[in-house]
Every structure is written in C-alpha cells, then in structure tokens.
C-alpha cells in the first residue's frame, strides 16, 4: 500500500513516473489484469520507496541531534546540582 500519489511532495518527486501509471491505468481494467502496467506501479514503488529512506534519514538525524542536546542540558543540570 503506497500514500496518497497527488500530494504536493509526490508531484514535486515522482510525477513522471505517477503520470505513466495513471496512463497505463487508463488503458483500461484488461490492461491492468494482464500485468501491463507491473513495470510502470514498480517504478512508482520504487520513487516513493526513494521518499521514503530520505525522509527517514532526516528524521533519524534530527532525533540524534535532539538526543545530543538533551543530554547536554541533564549533564548541565548533573553539574549544577
């Protein structure tokens, strides 16, 4: 299951490869049953995928650098007591 594929930040990244499933989804149900459209959702998957891990990454340094600085203020508050 992938987000939502209109929001602002998948359009900014993904939307070339958003816009070629949305064309092979408008060839119809047949299309889509046969597996036509397998290379396009994949190349999708792998663009949010892409997202995905560099949101992660950002968030995962920002929590290192609020782990750093908490610990710096209980070290200031160890010292001070």
Known sequence: MHPHLHTEENQKNCADVIAALDECHARGF??????????????VNMCLRAQRLERTRLNREKAKEKRAHIEKVWAEIDENS
């Open 30 to 43: 047949m299309h889509k049953v046969w597996g036509g459209c397998t290379d396009a959702k994949y190349k």
